[in-house]
C-alpha cells in the first residue's frame, strides 16, 4: 500500500518529539547539585516554597539579590509538588528549552514554509537541531535563571519576528507594510512586551538590551526604522510593565537595599569591571559559539556562505534569516564587550544560529548537487571529531582521578569512545554516498552517548562533583550539630548546605570539641600542621577526605 504525505510527514515529527523529549528531559537527576550556582539556586526555591515568602529570595535567611525572582518561583512550585531535588529544580530549564524549541520551529514554518517532497524543513529540523546542540543539553539540565532567561528572549524575539517580517511568501518581507491591516499585530505586540517582562524577570534589565540592541541592529542595516519603532506601542509597553515592574516594585519596598545591591552591584559592576573574577579575552565567546553548537558548528560554513552572498547581493532587506543573524550576532557583540564574561551569557544566541543552521542543511540535503556532498562531508566528519575528541577528554579527565582498571567509569567512558569513532565514521560514509539517513544516524549517535553519560558515566561521577552521596552519608549521624568545614571548595560548601538542610560552620583550630570536620587535601595538610590530626591519611571518601579532628575521635 503506498505510503500517503500524511504517513510521510508524522514519521520525522515523531522521530523529532522523541529525540527533543529525551535530550531535553530524560534523566534530569543522573547527578546531583554541581557547581555554587546550582546547589545555591536551589536552596533559594525551596526556601520560597517553605517559607511562602515569594517576594524577597533568601540564602540561607537573608536577602539574596543576584538573580530575579522568575527562576526561584519555578523552581519553587516543583518544591511544593514534591518533586525530587534535582527535577524540582532543573524541571524549568529543560520546560524552558522546549519552549524556546518549539518557537524557533514555529518561525522555521513561518518564514521558509514546508516541502511537500522533504519533510524535514526547518520546522522539524531547528528544535532538532537545538535541542541536540550541546548547549541545549547542557543548560536544560542546569538549576539555573539562563535557560528560562533565554526561552522568554527567544518567546519575545519570536514575536516581534511576527510584527516586523510580513512575509508575503516564504523567504521574502512585504515590501509593503501598509498593505497589511495592523489589527493582527496587536496580538504580537502584546506578547513581545509580555514575554520580554518574563526575560527581565529571570535575569534583569539586559533582556531589553539584547532585544532593543538586535532589533536595533537589524533596523539600522535595512534603514527599517519604522517598523522597529512598531515594537515600541503602547501595547507593548503596557504588557511589558504589568508582568515585570510588580515584582520588582514590591521587593523595592521590602528590601530598601535590592536596587543597589542587584542593578549596580550584580549588572552594572559586573559588566564594567572584574570584580567577580570572570575576566576573559575579548574573543572569549568565538570559542564558546562553535562548542555551544556541536556536534552541528560545521554548519556555520554554508550560513556564513549565505550571509557572503545576501551581502555582495545587498538583499538582506528580503531575508529573514538576516533578522535572525542580528539576533545571534548582538548578545555575542555585547557581551565580548563586557568585563565579566560566562559560556552562559550568549546562550540567547542558540536558538536563531540553530534556527540558521536548520536552514542550511534543508537547503543541503533537498538538493543534491556538489555543495550538498561537501555539507554532508564535512557534517559527518565533524560529529566524528567531536564525539572522539568529547570522549578522549573524558578519558582524560577521569585518569586523573586515580581510578582502579576495573572502575565503572573507565569501562562507561571507552564505551562513549567507541560509539563516537564508529558513529562518526558511519555518518561521515553516509554523507559522502548523499544518502538522507545521516541525519538519522547522528541523532541516534547524540541519544547513545546522551544516555551512557546520564545511565553510567553521570552517576559514577556523581560523588566527585556533587555533595549527595556525602550528604546521604551523613544524613543521620548521632551528632549534626558537630559536622563542620574546613576549607571548602564553595560548590562543596552550598552542596552539603543544601542536600542537609542547614549550613555548615567553618571549623576553627581554636574548637576544642569533638568533631567531623570535612575538608580537602590542601585543609587537611594544614590540620596536620597545626597537629590538630589523628589518624590514617590513606582512605578518602569518594573526593572529601572525612577528618576526625582531635582531641578524640568520636565513638
Not at 522597529?228 to 504588557?239: D, G, N, T
Not at 533578522?323 to 542558540?350: E, H, N
Not at 555518518?427 to 545511565?455: D, H, K, P, Y
Request: hydrophobic share 50%; charged share 15%; with cysteine.
Amino acid at each position: 500500500m503506498p505510503e500517503t504525505q500524511g504517513t510521510k510527514n508524522t514519521k520525522p515529527i515523531a522521530v523529532s518529539a522523541v529525540v527533543i523529549l529525551i535530550c531535553l528531559f530524560d534523566h534530569l537527576g543522573a547527578v546531583g547539585m554541581v557547581g555554587p550556582d546550582e546547589p545555591r539556586y536551589a536552596w533559594i526555591a525551596r526556601a520560597m516554597a517553605t517559607t511562602g515568602d515569594w517576594v524577597t529570595p533568601r540564602l540561607y535567611g537573608q536577602p539574596w539579590f543576584e538573580k530575579p525572582i522568575l527562576y526561584y518561583w519555578a523552581a519553587a512550585t516543583g518544591f511544593l509538588l514534591h518533586l525530587p531535588d534535582e527535577w524540582a529544580a532543573r524541571l524549568p530549564s529543560a520546560t524552558a528549552a522546549l519552549a524556546a524549541a518549539i518557537a524557533i520551529g514555529w518561525l522555521g514554518r513561518r518564514h521558509y514554509g514546508e516541502d511537500s517532497n522533504f519533510a524535514w524543513t526547518p520546522a522539524l529540523l531547528a528544535p532538532l537541531l537545538f535541542s541536540t546542540s550541546v548547549a541545549a543539553i547542557g543548560f536544560a539540565r542546569a538549576a539555573t535563571p539562563d535557560m528560562l532567561f533565554t526561552a522568554m528572549v527567544t518567546l519575545a524575539m519570536a514575536s516581534a519576528a511576527t510584527v516586523l517580517l510580513r512575509s508575503a511568501g516564504a523567504l521574502r518581507l512585504d515590501p509593503d507594510p501598509d498593505s497589511i491591516s495592523p489589527r493582527p499585530e496587536i496580538l504580537p505586540r502584546l506578547l513581545f512586551g509580555a514575554f520580554l517582562g518574563l526575560a527581565v524577570l529571570a535575569k534583569g534589565p539586559a533582556a531589553v538590551i539584547l532585544a532593543g540592541g538586535a532589533i536595533g541592529l537589524w533596523a539600522l542595516v535595512t534603514k527599517r526604522f519604522d517598523q522597529a519603532f512598531r515594537l515600541a506601542h503602547p501595547f507593548a509597553i503596557v504588557a511589558f510593565c504589568i508582568v515585570s515592574l510588580p515584582w520588582y516594585s514590591l521587593c523595592a519596598l521590602r528590601n530598601h537595599d535590592f536596587f543597589r545591591v542587584f542593578i549596580f552591584q550584580h549588572n552594572l559592576d559586573r559588566y564594567l569591571t572584574p570584580v567577580f573574577q570572570h575576566q576573559q579575552p575579548f574573543w572569549f565567546f568565538g570559542p564558546i559559539v562553535l562548542l555551544a553548537l556541536l556536534p552541528w558548528t560545521a554548519l556555520l560554513w554554508p550560513v556564513a556562505q549565505k550571509g557572503l552572498a545576501l551581502w555582495r547581493d545587498r538583499s538582506w532587506n528580503d531575508s529573514p534569516g538576516f533578522f535572525f543573524a542580528c539576533w545571534a550576532a548582538f548578545p555575542v557583540l555585547f557581551f565580548s564587550l563586557s568585563q565579566s564574561k560566562l559560556p552562559g551569557y550568549i546562550l540567547p544566541s542558540v536558538p536563531p544560529l540553530a534556527l540558521l543552521l536548520s536552514v542550511a542543511l534543508w537547503r543541503a540535503i533537498g538538493r543534491p548537487f556538489l555543495p550538498y556532498r561537501r555539507t554532508v562531508a564535512a557534517l559527518g566528519g565533524a560529529i566524528g571529531l567531536t564525539w572522539v575528541a568529547l570522549g578522549l577528554t573524558a578519558a582524560h579527565w577521569t585518569s586523573r582521578l586515580h581510578l582502579t582498571p576495573g572502575d565503572a567509569i573507565r569501562g562507561a567512558v571507552m564505551i562513549t569512545v567507541s560509539i563516537a569513532i564508529i558513529g562518526g565514521i558511519a555518518v561521515a560514509v553516509l554523507g559522502l554516498l548523499r544518502r538522507r539517513s545521516f541525519l538519522l544516524v547522528s541523532l541516534v549517535l547524540t541519544i547513545l552517548t546522551l544516555e551512557t553519560a546520564n545511565l553510567s558515566i553521570l552517576p559514577s561521577l556523581d560523588p566527585y562533583i556533587s555533595a549527595r552521596s556525602h550528604a546521604h552519608f551523613m544524613r543521620n549521624d548521632r551528632h549534626p550539630d558537630r559536622i563542620l568545614t574546613y576549607h571548602l571548595e564553595r560548590s562543596w560548601n552550598y552542596g552539603l548546605a543544601f542536600y542537609m538542610g542547614r549550613e555548615l560552620p567553618e571549623w576553627s583550630p581554636a574548637d576544642p570539641e569533638p568533631a567531623l570536620v570535612l575538608t580537602n587535601p590542601q585543609g587537611l595538610r594544614e590540620m596536620i600542621r597545626l597537629s590538630r590530626f589523628r589518624g590514617s591519611l590513606d582512605e578518602p571518601y569518594r573526593g572529601i577526605l572525612y577528618v576526625p579532628a582531635f582531641p578524640a575521635p568520636r565513638q
